[in-house]
């Protein structure tokens, strides 16, 4: 079994935590991601607390996520998806 998908608790999906929730990712990789019953999405983090609570409330997240920090390090995400646009991976 993939060592990711052996670290989640119970259920045996790879849990989601995602940052930056622009259009690429509210209408392409979320529903693509919703499909794929490995997955769960976890957690969110945005600099806006309103898009974030409003993408949890739309894409079932479980939170959102107070800051960078608290999402790469909360016990219930196996893996962050950095969904922001390239000129700002650095």
């Given at each position: 079994?993939?060592?990711?998908?052996?670290?989640?608790?119970?259920s045996?999906?790879?849990?989601?935590?995602?940052?930056?929730l622009?259009n690429?990712s509210?209408?392409?990789?979320?529903?693509?991601?919703?499909?794929?019953p490995?997955?769960?999405?976890?957690?969110?983090?945005?600099?806006s607390?309103?898009?974030a609570?409003?993408?949890?409330?739309?894409?079932?997240?479980?939170y959102?996520?107070?800051?960078?920090?608290?999402l790469?390090?909360?016990?219930?995400?196996?893996?962050?998806?950095?969904?922001t646009?390239?000129v700002?991976?650095?």
């Open positions: 079994m993939n060592s990711i998908i052996s670290r989640a608790t119970g045996g999906k790879i849990r989601v935590g995602v940052v930056g622009g690429w509210e209408y392409g990789h979320l529903p693509s991601l919703k499909l794929l490995e997955y769960e999405l976890i957690a969110v983090y945005s600099r607390a309103e898009k609570a409003a993408l949890v409330e739309r894409h079932g997240f479980k959102a996520a107070a800051s960078l920090q608290e790469v390090s909360h016990p219930e995400v196996d893996l962050v998806l950095v969904l646009p390239a700002q991976h650095e």
